[in-house]
């Protein structure tokens, strides 16, 4: 993915659902989801990965930014593995290591696309994933 295109589009309604449960939320009415920093902190990323497959429109758009593991920096990996308990405690159950490329990957969207960019210092806190995913 060379660059992410956002396209406007009018906002015909707002709404805020919980991750992992929205129910609320009739299957196949939205356009569009928006995650940020959000499944670093969920219990369950596949559960809401499935939600929010199951409120899209075919064709609708993930937007997602989060924080994640380093994919290749064995220090970092380490450092994050050391530090997650703490952040866990301290920020809400926010957790430093997860991999969540992985999830999305297979969560079973027919296109998806993201980088991993970590030139932000320290990099064993700034790796960020962003992307798209399209159901």
């Excluded at 027919?110 to 980088?115: F, G, Q, S």
């Amino acid at each position: 993915m060379s660059e992410l295109v956002l396209v406007y589009r009018q906002v015909t309604k707002f709404v805020v659902a919980g991750a992992e449960n929205m129910a609320d939320v009739a299957e196949g009415s939205v356009d569009a989801v928006v995650c940020t920093l959000v499944l670093c902190s969920v219990q369950n990323i596949d559960a809401v990965l499935g939600e929010v497959k199951r409120v899209l429109k075919p064709g609708g758009k993930f937007y997602y930014l989060e924080h994640v593991r380093h994919p290749t920096l064995e220090r970092a990996q380490y450092i994050q593995e050391l530090l997650n308990p703490v952040f866990n405690a301290l920020a809400d159950g926010c957790n430093l290591n997860r991999e969540t490329w992985k999830h999305v990957d297979s969560a079973g969207f027919a296109d998806v696309k993201y980088k991993i960019h970590g030139d932000i210092r320290p990099k064993f806190l700034t790796q960020i994933l962003y992307g798209t995913a399209t159901k």
